[in-house]
């Protein structure tokens, strides 16, 4: 595994690091048995957030006995200086700790939300007193889409991480900004490699390539991790193979080259579909729950699978919308979820467009 020094922080963390968004989908046994061999395999580095659903309790109870192996991550997205301590306390409870590695202001994506936490009795101000109680060790943000937020938390001076979403699809949204971090001394940490795992391919259709399984998987990560800028990659792992092939990868990073970087954008071509950070559902889940119950992100992937999977595995989009309880049409276009949404998708109207794709057969 290659290891690669995060910033100021001094941290050396692995290439591949464990990110957490997607453990509330497995068991705390499937999550444990993941985690286990991640750790045996060299993945030092494990990132967590109280806004994924029990994920902070699987890791705190899988790796229990354990924190001396390994860096610890969480976030708040809490905006003001009581909601955020607050948080510390219940995530230091699930995740069994009395410290974190690094404690990082969760989704700070829009100038509101910024003013917000950097503002007198803001969640800063709570990084800080946590740091100085020495229950913190260091203090990160995570920022999405707002690039201008990004320059700012890079110059501020007040991080010592950030947390940036980078792709193959993506790479021009932000790739003005990943020189700098490191140019001011902070960790650059990427999320949302296969862009919120909408580039992996269903199981059934997966092509072996670029040195991996799943060859839009490898591509996207060996294409990531070939930029210098980068420290480290979050990935979503839910089950040991994964573990095994993503580590594989890091070992050692292996830059594609020019011929391999066109052909993976010509796999991501040939596969259809919208791909880009803000056109289509990340499978996040920060919108979630709605009031009516409606499973967003499930009727997003089940329409997409309708639209734009191959032939073989299209029926699979009618099979998760049938077993769900609610369907789109329980949708009262309240916004809750639009306001909560990282890629700023008109949800209300998206789901109207879903139900006409999923309720024609
Ligand atoms: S707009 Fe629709 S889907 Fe979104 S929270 Fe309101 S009812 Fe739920
Ligand atoms: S609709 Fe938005 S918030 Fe909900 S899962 Fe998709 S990307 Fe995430």
Not at 32 to 54: M, P, S
Not at 333 to 339: A, D, S, T, Y
Request: hydrophobic letters at 40%; proline letters at 4%; a neutral charge.
């Amino acid at each position: 595994m290659e290891y690669r020094t995060l910033g100021k922080t001094g941290l050396r963390v692995s290439a591949i690091s464990y990110g957490t968004l997607k453990l509330p989908r497995i068991s705390a046994e499937e999550a444990a048995r993941c985690l286990e061999r991640a750790l045996e395999l060299g993945i030092n580095f494990v990132d967590t957030a109280r806004d994924y659903g029990d994920a902070e309790s699987k890791v705190g109870r899988a790796l229990k006995g354990r924190r001396g192996e390994f860096l610890l991550a969480t976030k708040t997205s809490a905006r003001r200086y009581d909601a955020a301590m607050a948080d510390l306390d219940r995530s230091l409870q699930e995740l069994q700790t009395d410290y974190l590695d690094l404690w990082q202001l969760h989704s700070v994506s829009d100038e509101e939300s910024w003013r917000e936490v950097m503002a007198e009795g803001g969640a800063l101000q709570a990084a800080r007193r946590a740091q100085a109680q020495g229950v913190v060790r260091h203090v990160g943000i995570s920022v999405h889409r707002s690039l201008s937020v990004m320059h700012r938390a890079i110059q501020c001076g007040k991080f010592e991480t950030i947390m940036l979403c980078y792709n193959p699809i993506d790479a021009e949204n932000v790739g003005g900004v990943l020189a700098l971090p490191r140019r001011h001394g902070l960790g650059l940490i990427v999320m949302k490699a296969l862009s919120g795992g909408t580039m992996a391919y269903p199981k059934q259709a997966r092509k072996a390539g670029f040195g991996g399984r799943d060859a839009l998987v490898a591509g996207a990560l060996r294409w990531v991790l070939g930029n210098q800028n980068v420290d480290c990659v979050l990935a979503g792992m839910r089950a040991v193979h994964e573990v095994e092939e993503n580590v594989a990868l890091a070992s050692p990073v292996v830059p594609l080259t020019a011929a391999e970087r066109k052909q993976l954008l010509a796999m991501l071509g040939e596969f259809g579909g919208e791909y880009r950070y803000g056109q289509r559902c990340l499978a996040c889940g920060y919108c979630q729950p709605c009031p009516e119950g409606v499973n967003i992100p499930a009727i997003f992937l089940a329409a997409r699978m309708l639209t734009s999977y191959p032939d073989d595995v299209k029926h699979q989009g009618y099979e998760i919308y049938e077993q769900l309880d609610v369907g789109a049409e329980a949708c009262v276009e309240c916004e809750k979820c639009v306001e909560k949404c990282p890629a700023t998708l008109p949800i209300p109207a998206l789901l109207k467009e879903a139900r006409k794709v999923l309720e024609r057969g």
